[in-house]
Structures are given as C-alpha cells and as structure tokens.
Nanobody, 123 residues
Framework: HVQVAESGGGSVQSGGSLTLSCKVS???????KAWYRQAPGKEREGVAS????????YYTDSVKGRFTISQDNAKNTVYLQMNSLKPEDTAMYYC?????????????????WGQGTQVTVSS
C-alpha cells in the first residue's frame, strides 16, 4: 500500500518562498509524482508533475518560472520549491502518486493522495 505524506506548508508574505516536501512509500511503484492544489470555492488543479526518473517535469502555466518540482530518490521524497509567491497561490496543496506525468502538471490516473498542507500567501 502506497502512503503519501506532505509537510512544509505555512504562511508567507507576497514575494516570499516556501518548500513543500512529500514522502512516498514504495516510491518506485508509481511512475509519476505530482503536486495539486485546491483553493476555497475552486476545483483542485494540477500544479507540477515529475516522471519516475526525474528527467521530465511539467507545470501549470500560472506557476511556470516560479515553482520547481524535484525528487530525491534515496529519500523517497518529492519537493516543490515555490518562489515569488502570490496571494492567488493560497490553497491546500496535495502530493499525489500516479501514472504518466501530463503537461499541465498532473499525473494520469492518480491513485494515491496525501492529506494536504496549507499554504497561505498574504499581500
């Protein structure tokens, strides 16, 4: 059974930075890891995804140039470095594991989800 656990959320002022971490058990059992987010009153959206080898990364347009997804295979951990944060980035951020990263920053058939970590950006 794959378990997913996020950490690293918090509150920051506009223009600040945060790094989210996600530990995935049985790391190699899925071929895609991704970060999603859901703001109040909005649908959940893919933010960034990475393939199993870390060679391909994808981002939704609104975060390109500001967010970076990466992984440390030895630690079974995926990271999301978020720079130049804006109030519209405020959301619950979820880490997920699935199959085949897709342009737009999500995974096809995402089967495993974490509980989420809150990111709040104040203006």
């Amino acid at each position: 059974h794959v378990q997913v656990a996020e950490s690293g959320g918090g509150s920051v002022q506009s223009g600040g930075s945060l790094t989210l971490s996600c530990k995935v058990s049985v790391y190699w059992s899925t071929t895609c890891k991704a970060w999603y987010r859901q703001a109040p009153g909005k649908e959940r959206e893919g933010v960034a995804s990475i393939d199993i080898g870390g060679r391909s990364t994808y981002y939704t347009d609104s975060v390109k140039g500001r967010f970076t997804i990466s992984q440390d295979n030895a630690k079974n951990t995926v990271y999301l470095q978020m720079n130049s944060l804006k109030p519209e980035d405020t959301a619950m951020y979820y880490c997920a594991a699935g199959w085949t990263p897709r342009p737009g920053g999500d995974c096809h058939n995402t089967d495993y989800w974490g509980q989420g970590t809150q990111v709040t950006v104040s203006s």
